[in-house]
């Protein structure tokens, strides 16, 4: 359960001040070491906490975007059994078997339960309105063929594979910041940025590139950090918890 912590706490959020606010930001991480994740502000440090800032929308103005450039592929399934982040049939069928069988891994008893994606299986997800969202998965449960991803999913989602990383992605993102700075915020005054670490594994080193490519975009003081999830919406989309996302947000004072 401590995987889907995202969409509760975007649930609580929205109960008290309404869907229309915009929410931005990430799980802190620490550096691939899953032992214990730490928030901290001036006075305190935390272990179970939750550091907010919040902006007051009549003074300050705010543009961001969930952006992954990650490709889907082939034909849509449908999730047809799920609870929570694990998912035990797609298209009726097992869910592990159809996603090796869509790798075109045929693995024996002992080589699939040991086997680990490695942040190389990834799901999208469709949403009603607005871009998908990304569910990476992370374990195959080979007692019940189940898998089991890192954010919530339900019954009746549909999704679809897709493609591995490529380095269009990273030029793909910072044009998108530089649609958004030419179209919405053009005299932005300050960046934050909510990178998912599983990109880091995926791009190594090039990873700054992409972070770079959108600071270059705005040109204003920034900061942010890798996280182990990311909280913000697609175009058009309602807020969200993502995987392997990168998020952005652009602000400037309305005086």
Same mark, same amino acid.
């Given at each position: 359960?401590?995987?889907?912590?995202?969409?509760?706490?975007?649930?609580?959020?929205?109960?008290?001040?309404?869907?229309?606010?915009?929410?931005?930001?990430? $799980?802190?991480?620490?550096?691939?070491?899953?032992?214990?994740? %730490?928030?901290?502000s001036n006075h305190q440090v935390l272990k179970t906490g939750i550091i907010f800032l919040v902006l007051d929308s009549d003074n300050i103005q705010i543009r961001g975007l969930a952006a992954s450039g990650q490709k889907?592929?082939?034909?849509?399934?449908?999730?047809?059994?799920?609870?929570?982040?694990?998912?035990?049939?797609?298209?009726?069928?097992? @869910? @592990?078997?159809?996603?090796?069988?869509? %790798?075109? %891994?045929?693995?024996?008893?002992?080589?699939?339960?040991? #086997?680990?994606?490695?942040?190389?299986?990834?799901?999208?997800? @469709?949403?009603?309105?607005?871009?998908?969202?990304?569910?990476?998965?992370?374990?195959?449960?080979?007692?019940?063929?189940?898998?089991?991803?890192?954010? @919530?999913?339900?019954?009746?989602?549909?999704?679809?594979?897709?493609?591995?990383?490529? #380095?269009?992605?990273?030029?793909?993102?910072?044009?998108?910041?530089a649609k958004a700075k030419a179209e919405e915020i053009p005299d932005a005054e300050a960046l934050l940025m909510f990178s998912c670490i599983g990109r880091l594994a995926q791009f190594g080193p090039l990873v700054g590139?992409?972070?770079?490519?959108?600071?270059?975009?705005?040109?204003?003081?920034?900061?942010?950090?890798?996280?182990?999830?990311?909280?913000?919406?697609? $175009?058009?989309?309602?807020?969200? #918890?993502?995987?392997?996302?990168?998020?952005?947000?652009?602000? $400037?004072?309305?005086?």
């Amino acid at each position: 359960m401590e995987r889907i912590v995202g969409e509760p706490i975007i649930k609580a959020i929205e109960a008290v001040t309404g869907t229309e606010t915009e929410i931005w930001g990430g $799980r802190a991480g620490d550096d691939f070491l899953f032992e214990e994740t %730490l928030v901290f502000s001036n006075h305190q440090v935390l272990k179970t906490g939750i550091i907010f800032l919040v902006l007051d929308s009549d003074n300050i103005q705010i543009r961001g975007l969930a952006a992954s450039g990650q490709k889907p592929v082939g034909t849509e399934k449908t999730i047809t059994k799920a609870s929570d982040n694990c998912i035990y049939e797609i298209d009726h069928q097992p @869910a @592990a078997e159809m996603v090796l069988k869509f %790798l075109g %891994l045929h693995l024996t008893q002992e080589e699939a339960e040991v #086997f680990y994606p490695n942040h190389n299986v990834i799901f999208s997800v @469709a949403r009603g309105k607005g871009e998908p969202v990304l569910r990476s998965v992370g374990l195959f449960n080979w007692t019940n063929k189940s898998v089991s991803v890192l954010a @919530a999913v339900k019954e009746g989602d549909k999704i679809r594979l897709t493609l591995p990383p490529d #380095f269009e992605i990273i030029e793909e993102v910072s044009n998108n910041a530089a649609k958004a700075k030419a179209e919405e915020i053009p005299d932005a005054e300050a960046l934050l940025m909510f990178s998912c670490i599983g990109r880091l594994a995926q791009f190594g080193p090039l990873v700054g590139d992409e972070i770079e490519g959108v600071r270059k975009v705005f040109d204003v003081p920034m900061a942010g950090f890798f996280t182990y999830g990311e909280f913000g919406r697609t $175009r058009g989309g309602d807020n969200e #918890f993502h995987n392997n996302t990168c998020c952005w947000v652009a602000m $400037r004072s309305k005086r």
